[in-house]
């Protein structure tokens, strides 16, 4: 027994359509996009905090610092005897 009669909707005049509306887009974040959301800015300074001072170190260890002495620090490669 097929019914040939359209679908209605409480409404006169209205047809409503065999096909459900296509799923509106949410504009929430999905679970993978919180996790990134939360977790960068704790990553972020764990790696400045970290990476820094490793890069620093490096510089430092190519340098002939001081931290008694005064003036900049100077290239390794060209020693010289601080002035008196």
Known sequence: MSDS???TT???GQVAS???PAPARSRRLSDR???VA???P????????????LLWALYLS??????????????SGSRTTPPS
């Not at 931290?67 to 100077?74: D, F, K, L, N, V």
């Open 5 to 7: 009669a359209p679908l």
């Open 10 to 12: 409480g409404h006169p």
């Open 18 to 20: 065999a096909t459900p």
């Open 33 to 35: 996009g919180l996790a």
């Open 38 to 40: 939360f977790t960068s």
């Open 42 to 53: 704790a990553l972020l300074l764990l790696l400045t905090m970290s990476v820094f001072p």
């Open 62 to 75: 190519f340098t002939d610092y001081s931290a008694t002495r005064g003036g900049p620090p100077s290239s």
